[in-house]
């Protein structure tokens, strides 16, 4: 028998592993009831995040995901951002605290050319440049849906600022 009642669950702060994101994942294609999951600050790797995305792609529920302070990196992040563009419910993610440089922030910006459902986004405390920088600000001359992007503590410079500048023509909040 399954749960058809909890919407949201917050495992957040325990051990969890690439083996227990694994389970979650192939729980969620199935699941048609919660709609927020946290699992921050855990030991999520690549391989957990790979099993997330291959569960975006059929979930139809899940509109919030916190998988920050975890040890994703850019191939993690590269599986999910692909998923992002073609999933249609997740409203706001979390990745802060992560591994997650330019190649992952790239793979981002492309999904949000896309993507028509995500309002936030959290990269803060990853590893950042102004190339990554750059990138967003390009996706966000054609998304229309995203309302927050939080890019504090990466190692963004007056460059990646100046790009954010020329995009801000939209209701946008940026924090850094």
């Known amino acids: 028998k399954t749960n058809s ?3 949201s669950l917050n495992l957040g702060e325990n051990k969890i ?9 192939e729980a969620l294609k199935t699941n048609n009831t919660l709609e927020s999951l946290n699992l921050a600050e855990n030991k999520i790797f690549d391989f957990g995040a790979e099993q ?27 599986r999910f951002a692909e998923a992002l563009k073609t999933n249609s419910t997740l409203s706001w993610v979390d990745l802060s605290g992560n591994k997650i440089s330019d190649i992952g ?16 986004l959290n990269l803060a405390e990853n590893k950042i440049f102004d190339f990554g920088a750059e990138q967003f600000a390009e996706a966000l001359k054609t998304n229309s849906t995203l309302r927050e992007v939080d890019l504090r503590k990466n190692k963004i410079s007056d460059i990646g600022a ?8 939209r ?4 924090r850094w």
């Open 52 to 78: 997330f995305a291959e569960a975006l792609k059929t979930n139809s529920t899940l509109e919030s995901l916190n998988l920050g302070e975890n040890k994703i990196s850019d191939i993690g992040a590269e």
């Open 5 to 7: 009642t909890l919407e």
């Open 171 to 174: 209701r946008m909040l940026f």
């Open 162 to 169: 100046e790009r954010f500048a020329k995009a801000l023509g």
């Open 17 to 25: 592993s690439d083996i227990g994101a694994e389970r979650f994942a």
């Open 105 to 120: 922030a790239e793979q981002f910006a492309e999904a949000l050319k896309t993507n028509n459902t995500l309002e936030s």
